[in-house]
């Protein structure tokens, strides 16, 4: 098992950037697939990106895309999501997962709140 813990979220304006860190532990970190997710009350959880075990490949949201930077330290049992560019409407919840496999996601951290004001 490996437990997930998000930190760096807080209050920016548009247009800047912030970068949220999940730091991991338990269970070899390098096991897992790495995702970012977020929400906002009332809406369903939204996938914003994930990174493979290695780090070779990534996966962006279209929504995020070209904005977001998804990036982990093995050596450091952390995944980072650095939010350019940021708009009212990335204002959510966001979330850490890990996965073993490429179905779904296992384990989730507590959330970190991300807002953008305009």
């Known amino acids: 098992q490996v437990q997930l813990v998000e930190s760096g979220g807080g209050l920016v304006q548009a247009g800047g950037s912030l970068r949220i860190s999940c730091a991991a532990s338990g269970r070899t970190f390098s096991s897992y697939r790495m995702g970012w997710f977020r929400q906002v009350p009332g809406k369903e959880r939204e996938f914003v990106s994930y990174?493979?075990?290695?780090?070779?490949?990534?996966y962006y949201a279209d929504s995020v895309k070209g904005r977001f930077t998804i990036s982990r330290d093995n050596a450091k049992n952390t995944v980072y999501l650095q939010m350019n560019s940021l708009k009212p409407e990335d204002t959510a919840v966001y979330y850490c997962?890990?996965?073993?496999?490429?179905?779904?996601?296992?384990?989730w951290g507590q959330g970190t709140q991300v807002t953008v004001s305009s």
């Open positions: 997962a890990a996965a073993r496999t490429w179905n779904g996601f296992d384990y």
């Open positions: 990174i493979t075990w290695s780090g070779d490949n990534t």
